[in-house]
């Protein structure tokens, strides 16, 4: 079993930033991928970021590139997502899932390959 909990969101201008936190307990936090991941009211699910086992690799949604770093301290058992410029559209619960299978050098990018997720942190962006 892996626990998992957000931290971080809040309410932010137009243009602001944010620093996401998950952190992770239960198993041996450098043993699996982490993504990010939201959902805007009303809008499916969206894949925001991910980051291998040890953070040498990081993929990115389309949309987040140049403005969202994912970043991972295993020494603290957390993930963070420090996001800069963010738009309004960008409202959205955020949440932090584990993947326990992924391949070393591997983050999924696709909810249903994720084992573990936690319950989410709001953002909220005002225009």
């Known amino acids: 079993q892996v626990q998992l909990a957000e931290s971080g969101g809040g309410l932010v201008q137009a243009g602001g930033s944010l620093r996401l936190s998950c952190a992770a307990s239960g198993r041996t936090f450098s043993s699996y991928a982490m993504g990010w991941f939201r959902q805007g009211p009303g809008k499916e699910r969206e894949f925001v970021a991910a980051?291998?086992?040890?953070?040498?690799?990081?993929y990115y949604g389309e949309s987040v590139k140049g403005r969202f770093t994912i970043s991972r301290d295993n020494a603290k058992n957390t993930v963070y997502l420090q996001m800069n410029n963010l738009k309004p559209e960008e409202t959205a619960v955020y949440s932090c899932?584990?993947?326990?299978?992924?391949?070393?050098?591997?983050?999924?990018?696709?909810?249903?390959?994720?084992?573990?997720w936690g319950q989410g942190t709001q953002v909220t962006v005002s225009s």
């Open positions: 899932a584990a993947d326990l299978t992924a391949l070393v050098n591997r983050a999924p990018q696709v909810p249903h390959e994720y084992d573990y």
């Open positions: 980051i291998s086992r040890s953070g040498g690799v990081t």
